[in-house]
């Protein structure tokens, strides 16, 4: 392999995606539950005659399944990160599947950290001229603190010190 090549290739590569605690299974399980739980109450509901709390009981587990639904679209984005000497790559997929490129010279690119101090960093993004790219914004302190340790650390590697 030449010179060349070996610049080409990515050194540092990450992969962001939004944190969820419940899976499809739990999802499914949890669904499953509320249903039952439906049933039954609205089943008790029914026999006394009170059939609208039925239906508005009804309507509540719809909501549940639409808001977890849309949660769930939005844990579909991520963010692709890719650096080399010659070339840092960040690739943004939207929930929707669009994707948005932006390609950046690492010796010109900065990394802008900001931090709270209770918080921690609050918002990361990488600059270069009128060109800025914000990263991380759905990741938790813990995983945003980790991300820019270790970009950090690779774009000052990518630059030679």
Same mark, same amino acid.
């Given at each position: !392999? ?20 419940? &899976? ?6 949890? !669904? ?24 508005? +009981? ?9 808001? +977890? ?50 918080? &921690?960093?609050?918002? !990361? ?10 990263? &991380? ?25």
């Amino acid at each position: !392999m030449d010179e060349k090549n070996a610049a080409d290739q990515p050194f540092f590569k990450a992969l962001l995606v939004p944190h969820r605690s419940l &899976g499809h299974t739990g999802f499914t399980v949890l !669904m499953a539950a509320l249903v039952l739980i439906w049933v039954t109450v609205g089943a008790l509901f029914l026999s006394i005659g009170a059939w609208p709390v039925f239906g508005f +009981f009804g309507l509540d587990i719809l909501a549940l399944y639409i808001a +977890f639904r849309i949660n769930y679209r939005a844990a579909r984005a991520r963010e692709e990160v890719s650096l080399s000497r010659v070339s840092l790559d960040i690739r943004k997929v939207l929930p929707s599947g669009r994707s948005e490129e932006h390609r950046f010279n690492p010796f010109w690119a900065r990394f802008n950290v900001q931090r709270h101090t209770e918080i &921690g960093i609050t918002g !990361m993004a990488v600059e270069a001229r009128e060109k800025r790219v914000l990263l &991380g914004s759905f990741l938790n302190p813990e995983e945003r603190e980790s991300f820019a340790q270790a970009f950090s650390h690779a774009l000052a590697t990518a630059k030679g010190r």
